[in-house]
């Protein structure tokens, strides 16, 4: 039995004493003593955090982060389930593949880390690739995508819908129309016309969400929009519920807070696809994820090694790290501003990605006899980012030197302890 001593709940009401046993939540209130006490004082119960979109990079680039790392940086930033896309090398288009990737987040043991398969073979757009032995596979598939890559054929696409309502699976578009981003470089705007770098359309995604919510409409799929990034998607994801589509969408924490004015340094840690855009599209995507227009933050966690992102830009490849920054950025976004509270921070990064992913053992409420899955959360204190003291094999962190709110203090795995972080040097209350 473990007793978590004093935590509060959705960060509401006084403080109580949670117990633990045999992976469950098996009383709460006011208890008494226990051997293996967890002092939660001043901290904030919340479920553990579903991530949708994570780059673990294996295999292939083990040299930028690995199963075991990506999950420690997982843990320490509050997540118990992460998917894994499916951009590896050798890809993520058979089952070989998604087992291997499933059966080493098992044997590391600190999240639960679900494959996500490609929808063609190679990532190449025009086979699909083999959905339904994925699906049956020892891994259990329950998401596709081709992230990193737009299925852009729309038959293609069509088909890929079909198959997946089929099985029951969703399918996770990466929305760029490719002929309107040939050597693009930046977000179309101000900013890259100041820089000299080559513009990169806000239709180019907008245009691929209204066409796949058309189709998911049309066959009766799910549709799920990574990484959305201009106020013009958040309309269309508007127009689209409105209507009944069966589709739901994700923000990325540094889409939430960063903008195309960054860019102003060249430096390369902010060169990410989608781009930042502007401070515009930026605040309609916090008001798009309070309304439940988009209905949940995940991270694009994606390391890269030195030598491609300490180059010159155009050169560089696109990503930033995300999941051991992504719930201070929530908080400094979202919660800070009072467009969500702590209620609000458990439904967009646990309570929806568990539900719009189908688990059905994360994202669950606070109560006697759910699964132990959680992230005790010590809302007062503050840190310092530094790429190099992050527990990705990566430190490509766009917030290098910057103070952000929030610190996960320790995070349970059906009850099991798989990251705790005491007060550290340079934090402050």
Same mark, same amino acid.
């Given at each position: 039995?473990?007793?978590?001593?004093?935590?509060?709940?959705?960060?509401?009401?006084?403080?109580?004493?949670?117990?633990?046993?045999?992976?469950?939540?098996?009383?709460?209130?006011?208890?008494?003593?226990?051997?293996?006490?967890?002092?939660?004082?001043?901290?904030?119960? /919340?479920?553990?955090?579903?991530?949708?979109? +994570?780059?673990?990079?294996?295999?292939? =680039?083990?040299?930028?982060?690995?199963?075991? +790392?990506?999950?420690?940086?997982?843990?320490?930033?509050?997540?118990?389930?992460?998917?894994?896309?499916?951009?590896?090398?050798?890809?993520?288009?058979?089952?070989?593949?998604?087992?291997?990737?499933?059966?080493?987040?098992?044997?590391?043991?600190?999240?639960?880390?679900?494959?996500?398969?490609?929808?063609?073979?190679?990532?190449?757009?025009?086979?699909?690739? %083999?959905?339904?032995?994925?699906?049956?596979?020892?891994?259990?598939? =329950?998401?596709?995508?081709?992230?990193?890559?737009?299925?852009?054929?729309? /038959?293609?696409?069509?088909?890929?819908?079909?198959?997946?309502?089929?099985?029951?699976?969703?399918?996770?578009?990466?929305?760029? %129309?490719?002929?309107?981003?040939?050597?693009?470089?930046?977000?179309?705007?101000?900013?890259?016309? =100041?820089?000299?770098?080559?513009?990169?359309?806000?239709?180019?995604?907008?245009?691929?969400?209204?066409?796949?919510?058309?189709? !998911?409409?049309?066959?009766?799929? =799910?549709?799920?929009?990574?990484?959305?990034?201009?106020?013009? +998607?958040?309309?269309?994801?508007?127009?689209?519920?409105?209507?009944?589509?069966?589709?739901?969408?994700?923000?990325?924490?540094?889409?939430?807070?960063?903008?195309?004015?960054?860019?102003?340094?060249?430096?390369?840690?902010?060169?990410?696809?989608?781009?930042?855009?502007?401070?515009?599209?930026?605040?309609?995507?916090? %008001?798009?994820?309070?309304?439940?227009?988009?209905?949940?933050?995940?991270?694009?966690?994606?390391?890269?090694?030195?030598?491609?992102?300490?180059?010159?830009?155009?050169?560089?490849?696109?990503?930033?790290?995300?999941?051991?920054?992504?719930?201070?950025?929530?908080?400094?976004?979202?919660?800070?501003?009072?467009?969500?509270?702590?209620?609000?921070?458990?439904?967009?990064?646990?309570?929806?990605?568990?539900?719009? !992913?189908?688990?059905?053992?994360?994202?669950?409420?606070?109560?006697?006899?759910?699964?132990?899955?959680?992230?005790?959360?010590?809302?007062?204190?503050?840190?310092?980012?530094?790429?190099? %003291?992050?527990?990705?094999?990566?430190?490509?962190?766009?917030?290098?030197?910057?103070?952000?709110?929030?610190?996960?203090?320790? +995070?349970?795995?059906?009850?099991?302890?798989?990251?705790?972080?005491?007060?550290?040097?340079?934090?402050?209350?």
């Amino acid at each position: 039995m473990t007793l978590i001593r004093g935590a509060v709940p959705y960060g509401e009401g006084d403080p109580v004493d949670l117990l633990v046993e045999d992976g469950q939540i098996v009383e709460i209130g006011s208890l008494g003593e226990h051997d293996d006490v967890i002092d939660a004082s001043g901290l904030i119960a /919340l479920p553990g955090f579903v991530d949708l979109h +994570t780059h673990l990079r294996e295999p292939g =680039r083990e040299d930028t982060e690995t199963v075991e +790392t990506g999950s420690r940086a997982a843990a320490l930033g509050g997540y118990t389930a992460v998917f894994a896309m499916a951009n590896t090398d050798p890809v993520a288009d058979n089952p070989v593949v998604v087992e291997h990737v499933w059966r080493r987040g098992r044997e590391v043991g600190l999240v639960d880390v679900h494959p996500i398969g490609a929808v063609t073979l190679g990532l190449k757009g025009e086979r699909l690739a %083999e959905l339904g032995a994925m699906a049956r596979s020892a891994a259990n598939v =329950r998401i596709f995508s081709d992230d990193g890559m737009c299925v852009a054929d729309p /038959l293609i696409m069509r088909r890929a819908l079909e198959y997946a309502k089929g099985l029951d699976v969703l399918l996770a578009q990466h929305a760029e %129309e490719p002929r309107l981003t040939v050597g693009a470089q930046a977000h179309e705007g101000a900013a890259a016309a =100041r820089l000299g770098l080559a513009g990169w359309p806000a239709a180019a995604e907008e245009a691929i969400v209204a066409r796949d919510c058309l189709l !998911a409409g049309q066959v009766g799929g =799910r549709l799920h929009v990574c990484h959305v990034s201009t106020s013009g +998607t958040a309309d269309v994801l508007r127009w689209a519920k409105a209507r009944g589509t069966q589709v739901s969408a994700e923000v990325t924490p540094h889409h939430l807070l960063l903008d195309d004015d960054r860019l102003a340094t060249y430096d390369p840690v902010n060169k990410v696809n989608p781009p930042l855009r502007t401070a515009a599209d930026t605040k309609a995507l916090r %008001e798009a994820l309070a309304e439940g227009v988009i209905d949940c933050v995940a991270t694009d966690h994606a390391p890269h090694a030195p030598q491609d992102k300490d180059c010159e830009w155009s050169a560089a490849r696109p990503g930033m790290l995300g999941l051991q920054t992504a719930l201070s950025v929530v908080i400094q976004t979202m919660v800070r501003p009072g467009l969500l509270d702590w209620r609000g921070v458990a439904r967009v990064m646990s309570e929806r990605p568990a539900e719009i !992913a189908g688990l059905p053992d994360q994202g669950r409420p606070i109560a006697v006899g759910e699964p132990a899955n959680l992230a005790l959360v010590d809302p007062g204190a503050k840190w310092t980012v530094r790429g190099a %003291e992050l527990a990705s094999l990566a430190a490509n962190t766009p917030y290098e030197g910057m103070e952000l709110p929030g610190v996960v203090r320790t +995070t349970l795995l059906r009850g099991k302890v798989t990251a705790q972080r005491n007060a550290a040097q340079g934090e402050t209350a």
